[in-house]
């Protein structure tokens, strides 16, 4: 199925962010900046328990966040 189809299915304007502009992902951005606090870049994520990832993902996602306002 194209992407047209969902925007015509959905009644939906649908808005892409170019792939080098980070400026445009500020959501995603954020997270990965979070994500990087435990994992750095070049981590073998192998050498990685899934206990370890769970804490991480736990720590992440009750991490209080500033709402918008």
């Not at 073998?44 to 991480?56: P, T």
């Amino acid at each position: 199925m194209s992407l047209n189809f969902f925007s015509f299915r959905l009644s939906e304007t649908t808005y892409f962010c170019d792939a080098y502009a980070s400026w445009q992902k500020g959501g995603i951005e954020n997270a990965n900046g979070r994500i990087r606090r435990w994992l750095p870049r070049g981590i073998d994520l192998d050498d990685i328990s899934d206990e370890d990832i769970q804490e991480i993902a736990m720590t992440i996602n009750t991490t209080p966040r500033k709402k918008d306002g």
